[in-house]
Structure formats: C-alpha cells, structure tokens
Antibody, heavy 125, light 106 residues
Framework: EVKLVESGGGLVQPGRSLKLSCAASGFSFNDYWMGWVRQAPGKGLEWIGEINQDSSTINYTPSLKDKFTISRDNAQNTLYLQMSKLGSEDTAIYYC??????????????????WGQGASVTVSS | DIVLTQSPALAVSLGQRATISCRASESVRSSMHWYQQKSGQQPKLLIYGASNLASGVPARFSGSGSGTDFTFTIDPVEADDIATYYCQQSRNDPNTFGAGTKLELK
C-alpha cells in the first residue's frame, strides 16, 4: 500500500522557519517525482513545487521560490519542505504527493496520484 | 503562469449527470488532471491525461478535452460524489490548479 505521512506541522511565530517531512512507504521512492501542495483555510489547492528522482531538478511556484526549499533523502524515503520567513498567509494544510504516474504504457509527469493526510501549519504570534 | 478557470459551484440531482468545465489560459495539450476532495480529506486523483480513468475509480467518472477546454463528467451522480473537484495542469511549470467546483445537491 502506498503511504505518505507528513509531520512537523504546528504553531509557529511570524518570521520564523519550519521544516516539514513526508515519510513514504509502499513504493520505490527513488523512482518518482515528489511534490508539495498547500491549502489555506476555506481555500483551494495551491501547487508549491516538485522535485525529481535524484534532486537534480526542482521546480517552484514563483511566489514561493525565495521562501520554500524542497529536498529529499532517497536513503530515508523522505521528502522535505523547508519554509522560512513565515507569515500569516502561509497558514495552511500542507500535503505531500507522489508527482509522476506511469500507467503501464505512458509516463505522465506532474500527476499527483497519492497524497498524504496533510500537516497543519499555523503562523501566529 | 497558466490560469485554470472553473465555475465555483454546480447543483445536481442524484442520478443525473454533472458536467464541470475547466478552461486554460493557454494550451496544455492533454496535460490536464482532475481531483476530488471531500470535506476534511486529502485530494484524490480521478482522471489523468484529460481522459484516462485512474486506478480504482468508477467508470461513471470521465474526462474529455484538449488544448484549452476540458470537461469532467459524473454520470450518474451518487450521494458519495458530493465534494469539490479541481482541475490541474502539468504542461508548464509552475503546475497550477483551478479554484475548484463545489458539487452540491439540488
């Protein structure tokens, strides 16, 4: 069973940093792109970014590129999201997702076919 | 960035057909995917590559379109389908999501 479990969320003061982790199991982690998506309270989904299998390519949504850093440790089957200079606008549930899909015939980059349950981050003094 | 436009809400009756549209600000070819999100849950992939049904998803869900105009259909709608549906494009970076369409019962 494919499983993604986020951790590291919580209450953080404005201007501080926080690092989320996503532990993957049930699949060959180093064969897949991975990504992060967030959802502010009552709002829609926002794509944060993605990282390829060997960390040689990392893409971000431009507005978050200077604040957020995506990384991975294939030996530990873990994806990370380092967040800095946090503000109230960063209050959200943060989801990690498997971000590439192979249907047996074709490869579909960017398709998020497995998601974690989400980590809640609240930025407040 | 590519902007994806969805209608905010759609009211349907059980057993009827629900059709949700997603329009892209520029062509994404067939790199359009659809997700279902129920209240308090993580999103779930339903359709990938515009028209391909994800594994384990019932055949009453379907998708069509290419370029800039896409359609997602549920036929027939069941009570368990009440959720918000998002389109997502992965043609260009950054990938983007539509704002979501909330499916409601009439």
């Amino acid at each position: 069973e494919v499983k993604l479990v986020e951790s590291g969320g919580g209450l953080v003061q404005p201007g501080r940093s926080l690092k989320l982790s996503c532990a993957a199991s049930g699949f060959s982690f180093n064969d897949y792109w991975m990504g992060w998506v967030r959802q502010a309270p009552g709002k829609g989904l926002e794509w944060i970014g993605e990282i390829n299998q060997d960390s040689s390519t990392i893409n971000y949504t431009p507005s978050l590129k200077d604040k957020f850093t995506i990384s991975r440790d294939n030996a530990q089957n873990t994806l990370y999201l380092q967040m800095s200079k946090l503000g109230s606008e960063d209050t959200a549930i943060y989801y990690c997702a498997r971000a590439s899909y192979y249907d047996g015939t074709y490869y579909f980059p960017g398709v998020m076919d497995a998601w974690g349950q989400g980590a809640s981050v609240t930025v407040s003094s | 960035d590519i902007v994806l436009t969805q209608s905010p809400a759609l009211a349907v009756s059980l057993g009827q057909r629900a059709t949700i549209s997603c329009r892209a600000s520029e062509s994404v070819r067939s790199s359009m995917h659809w997700y279902q999100q129920k209240s308090g849950q993580q999103p779930k992939l339903l359709i990938y590559g515009a028209s391909n049904l994800a594994s384990g998803v019932p055949a009453r869900f379907s998708g069509s379109g290419s370029g800039t105009d896409f359609t997602f259909t549920i036929d027939p709608v069941e009570a368990d389908d009440i959720a918000t549906y998002y389109c997502q494009q992965s043609r260009n970076d950054p990938n983007t999501f539509g704002a979501g369409t909330k499916l409601e019962l009439k």
